[in-house]
């Protein structure tokens, strides 16, 4: 069964990502909800080898790109190339133009550059010139952000954010997992043989999106995810406390994220059904770079998650 293989897609990528299931299981609803990942943590903690191990697994090209302040739209887009032989421009397309990305450091580019990059993630195409190219029917974005240095950043803008469907932040293994990623770099070394790949063809990453689509979610669980939705544009009406901490609600983005995603977590754990435990497991990734916080929240050291916490706690699923 399909299930099945992407469920051993997840052991290997498992065996393979030490220390950081949360990153993989996000990777894979974001796969399966036809949407992108922001990542969030400090170096060295897995990052690109998850979205490079995801590559080797299933069909389609993977490109890394290491986002810097001198970079150019065209560096990610490609541009017209004039052809001596030819007398004429032709189009040389970028790395933007895989299947798979890794946007590296994705706010220490200018804003022309994360615009070029929000045109390919909203609308799966690009422009340079006066022509539109569209891309792989398999797009899937991971940006990383770096949340301790600022130094020579651009903050990427609510409205860039919004686009991203999960927004996951990664922390350090414990100590039982760094022996576990000791071990396996040092038998990587030595050439030790390697588990070998869950292989996954684009026809059947497409059958699974619409296995997810198909999965039931009862009446109530719908107007569940449209309530927490809601008290977040009205977060008087449920809680003095969540009216101080919340500038501004989320948009319906929200919603057909929280939709999406709440099926394909149920998906994953082998349910033909959406509960509303789905929904706030999928609540945190999906709400947490869409709230705009108060300064007075800001002041008290609240951070996104608590604020989801607090908004899961008053709102009630059924």
């Known amino acids: 069964m399909l299930a099945d293989t992407f469920q051993r897609l997840n052991a290997y990528l498992q065996s393979q990502v030490i220390g950081q299931p949360d990153l993989v299981k996000q990777l894979l609803i974001a796969l399966l909800a036809d949407g992108h ?4 943590g400090p170096p060295g903690l897995a990052k690109t080898r998850a979205v490079k191990v995801l590559s080797d697994c299933i069909e389609g090209d993977f490109h890394r790109i290491q986002f810097t302040p001198d970079l150019l739209p065209s560096d990610l887009t490609g541009s017209d190339i004039f052809r001596p032989e030819t007398g004429e421009f032709t189009f040389q397309a970028g790395p933007i133009f895989n299947s798979l990305l890794l946007a590296d450091e994705i706010n220490r580019a200018p804003a022309k550059v994360q615009a ?53 932040n990664v922390d350090y293994p414990n100590e039982e997992s760094e022996l576990d990623i000791l071990r396996l770099n040092r038998g990587e070394a030595l050439g030790v043989e390697k588990q070998q790949p869950v292989h996954i063809n684009q026809e059947s990453i497409f059958e699974a999106r619409n296995a997810v689509l198909g999965i039931h979610m009862a009446d109530d669980v719908e107007k ?15 809680s003095d406390q969540l009216a101080a901490w919340l500038q501004m609600g989320v948009s319906p983005r929200a919603t057909l994220a929280l939709d999406r995603c709440a099926r394909a977590h149920a998906w994953l ?43 899961i706690g008053q709102v009630a699923s059924v």
């Open 224 to 238: 569940y995810i449209i309530r927490l939705v809601m008290a977040t544009r009205e977060p008087s009406r449920y």
């Open 116 to 168: 070029a990059m929000l045109e390919a993630m909203a609308e799966k195409q690009i422009t340079a010139g006066r022509q539109t190219y569209a891309l792989p029917e398999l797009f899937l974005v991971m940006a990383t952000q770096n949340p301790i240095e600022q130094e020579g950043t651009y903050p990427l803008p609510e409205a860039q954010l919004d686009r991203f469907l999960l927004q996951l």
């Open 37 to 40: 990942i922001l990542v969030q």
């Open 269 to 311: 754990a082998g349910r033909d059904f959406v509960t509303p435990e789905d929904v706030q497991a999928m609540a945190y990734p999906v709400l947490r770079h869409r709230l705009l916080l108060s300064y007075e929240a800001q002041a008290e050291g609240i951070d996104a998650d608590s604020v989801v916490q607090h908004l």
